[in-house]
């Protein structure tokens, strides 16, 4: 059904702004037309011009000796390896779909490897960062459930290996879940696709499925707070696995013939953002003709067919010439392929069915980096001081053995087992990381000695009144899982999510987020080659509003450049010594346990020093590659008796140690302070590993030794390993499983 001029006005002007409009009709000189209002609608959301974000994200450091694509100028960041291949990398955001349909998580993962695909790269691991609301309630617990099942039958079908990830749970994420998703592929060097237009002999041409109609105006709903009533939410989306495994099969046999000449993948904004963008990246004009696209159905109207969020669908630029070539081949595969239209010398974006013409406007004015608005919003501190919380601003505790049985089964430290055992862990048979427990995951890079280390994290409660400390934190974290794997890290992507950025305390909180991962990534010479940005995480509840928490997350992917280097968390042998590298400390500020057992869930962040990471990451590197050490684990959520018990478990190991005595039990066991990693060590190297750290001047203590299955601590036992791991490999299921 066609839509009249009054209704597509209506809705374009439910996500333009009257400022928008002003600016869009003093650049045209002209009052657009109502489907061009709505082209200017899904073009200047929050989601596709990073209008609010854009400025701040300029901050942050994109350029090193291993960038081959920088972040911005194509659909993902591109890593050098060798000369010859590259890594591909890419970070997505799917908060808002989910929110209304846990399953389209399935739709994230298949919009991600379209994303490296789409730059020529084979999709080679995926790592899903999942918050979710207080698992108590059913309807968290339901969605849990509906969320992994999603994001397992894209990826399982898919035939990508999931190698790792993170699941946080905090009451903020009640009606708002994050869904964030980061990938890798590999690609040839010389056979990186851009994502642009480049010559007036080139064509148009969609590859894929026929375009649904569905997720019209998807931008501009992810651009935007979710109600319970009166909100128009898109069709959903339906994700094609099978179908996004043929499409990429085509792909790679289309660019090994050398047939495409730019490539970008059907997201948000369906073909006119594809078409637009790559407009602009090569400086040239579109004309797209509507009753050229294959559809799903015939009753879609033209804006569905323009903007419609199709899945397993790609634009290609093409050779004239190779278009029957080209066509062949998709129809080998039994894709479809249809030529929308040429590629113009003019700069300006048509939009034409048979002899009308519905749109007609420059490229520029629609764009990112053109003339899509910039804000710079107002921003105001939330009033509250940052309480740093030692462990004598508490009482202590009763039994520490009872807390820490009950620390294991938490559900933001219990074994994500249960899980990631949904998912497809070995796909490919590249991930190593499932025989090899690490702090990063592992996947061997076929035909040279080395492989890809990849680490997420973002803990929020660590920025919920420190943002900028907590945003530093998580970018040290991933790099520390780097490092203790045996790597050294590369390149970062980001996916920022927070609230309302017109609210003045978010936008400050994300301006402080991101000035501090610009200012790890400087000092680190770590460049942020991927990102997302993700605001209007709230939703309107009645008269009430729900505000997700802070919660930058930081996707850190690495090289081990000898397969000898790679470093497990886990103890190997009874009697070997454990030291802990870096300070303990009285710090139990944000930690779990402040939260779990004084039901403290404000306070500072934990006491940080980039310097001091700095040298603990440069020597525990050092010890990895010395072959000095049998295992590392960093310190991390739930403290120090966590990292213990995660070291001891793959071996079905115990551990004898000893607590200092002026660190207070608590704070010793299960504080959170940062910059420490666990090490253990072999008699024989015991001498040659204490006379180097001697020499680094760097902070180490010894904990004890590795014993055969008893946890002991200061001559206490704390029970036996098989009682813990009974504990931590089943608390989840428990809570999530009923």
């Known amino acids: ?286 004309e797209i003709h509507l009753d050229r696209i294959p559809l799903l159905r015939e009753d879609i109207d033209q804006l569905g067919i323009l903007l419609s969020q199709t899945q397993e669908q790609m634009l290609l630029a093409v050779d004239g010439k190779d278009l029957s070539v080209l066509g062949e081949i998709a129809n080998y595969w039994g894709l479809e392929c249809a030529d929308l239209g040429p590629v113009t010398d003019e700069q300006r974006l048509r939009v034409l069915e048979k002899d009308e013409t519905y749109g007609d406007l420059p490229v520029q004015l629609l764009v990112r980096g053109g003339g899509a608005p910039v804000y710079i919003r107002d921003m105001k501190p939330r009033g509250k001081t940052p309480r740093a919380v030692s462990a004598e601003d508490v009482p202590m505790p009763g039994n520490l053995k009872d807390i820490a049985r009950k620390m294991v089964s938490l559900p933001n430290i219990a074994s994500r087992r249960w899980i990631y055992e949904q998912f497809d862990t070995m796909a490919g048979l590249a991930n190593i990381s499932t025989e090899f427990p690490s702090d990063a995951g592992i996947i061997e890079i076929q035909g040279c000695n080395k492989a890809l280390a990849m680490s997420v994290d973002g803990n929020s409660r660590y920025g919920k009144l420190e943002p900028k400390v907590g945003a530093m934190i998580a970018v040290a974290e991933a790099s520390r899982n780097i490092i203790c794997s045996g790597g050294r890290p590369l390149a970062v992507a980001d996916c920022l999510n927070y609230g309302d950025p017109s609210d003045p305390y978010v936008y400050l909180d994300f301006a402080e987020s991101v000035k501090g991962i610009s200012a790890v990534c400087k000092k680190m010479e770590i460049p942020v080659v991927a990102g997302n940005v993700s605001f209007h995480n709230l939703t309107h509840n009645g008269e009430d509003i729900a505000s997700v928490i802070p919660t930058p997350v930081i996707g850190m992917v690495g090289i081990i450049d000898d397969l000898e280097d790679m470093m497990s968390v886990s103890f190997r042998n009874k009697g070997d010594m454990i030291f802990l590298v870096g300070r303990s400390e009285n710090d139990i500020s944000s930690s779990e346990y402040l939260s779990f057992m004084h039901l403290i869930n404000e306070s500072a962040a934990p006491k940080f020093d980039l310097d001091y990471e700095m040298k603990i990451q440069q020597e525990v590197g050092n010890l990895i590659r010395r072959k000095l050490i049998n295992s590392a684990h960093d310190v991390s959520l739930g403290g120090l008796f966590i990292t213990l018990v995660e070291s001891a478990l793959p071996g079905g190991l115990g551990f004898d140690v000893t607590s200092p005595a002026e660190i207070r039990g608590d704070a010793f066991l299960f504080g959170e302070a940062q910059s420490r990693v666990v090490v253990s060590v072999a008699a024989e190297k015991e001498t040659e590993f204490l006379d180097y750290m001697i020499e680094t001047g760097i902070h180490f203590s010894a904990l004890g030794h590795v014993t055969k299955e008893e946890l002991r601590i200061d001559d206490v036992s704390f029970g036996f390993i098989a009682d813990y791991a009974r504990d931590f490999e089943n608390a989840l299921e428990k809570l999530l499983g009923d």
């Open 1 to 286: 059904m066609d839509l009249n001029a009054k209704q597509l006005r209506e809705r374009a002007l439910s996500y333009l702004t009257q400022d928008e409009l002003y600016s869009i009709e003093s650049m045209l000189g002209r009052e657009p037309n109502p489907f061009e209002l709505n082209m200017f609608a899904a073009m200047w959301s929050e989601h596709i011009s990073y209008k609010s974000s854009i400025k701040w994200l300029e901050e942050m450091p994109v350029e090193s000796k291993e960038v081959y694509v920088a972040a911005g100028k194509e659909n993902a960041g591109v890593i050098h390896i060798n000369e010859e291949l590259a890594c591909v990398i890419k970070m997505e955001s799917h908060n808002h779909p989910i929110a209304v349909d846990p399953r389209q998580g399935a739709v994230g993962v298949g919009n991600v490897n379209r994303d490296l695909i789409t730059m020529g790269a084979e999709p080679i691991g995926l790592m899903n960062i999942l918050r979710f609301g207080n698992p108590k309630e059913k309807h968290i617990r339901e969605m849990v459930n509906a969320v992994v099942t999603a994001l397992g039958s894209y990826s399982n079908n898919f035939g990508v290996p999931v190698v790792g990830g993170e699941i946080l749970f905090d009451d903020s994420y009640n009606f708002n879940p994050l869904v964030n998703l980061l990938g890798v592929g590999i690609v040839k060097t010389k056979k990186v696709i851009r994502a642009s237009f480049t010559s007036r002999k080139q064509v148009m041409v969609l590859l894929g499925k026929k375009t649904s109609g569905r997720a019209v105006h998807g931008a501009g709903f992810a651009s935007r707070a979710i109600k319970n009533k009166g909100q128009m939410v898109p069709e959903s989306q339906v994700a094609d696995p099978a179908s996004g495994k043929i499409l990429m099969d085509c792909i790679l046999e289309l660019n090994e013939k050398g047939l495409i000449g730019g490539m970008q993948d059907i997201g948000a904004g369906g073909v006119l953002c594809a078409a637009a963008e790559m407009a602009f990246r090569g400086g040239k004009g579109v």
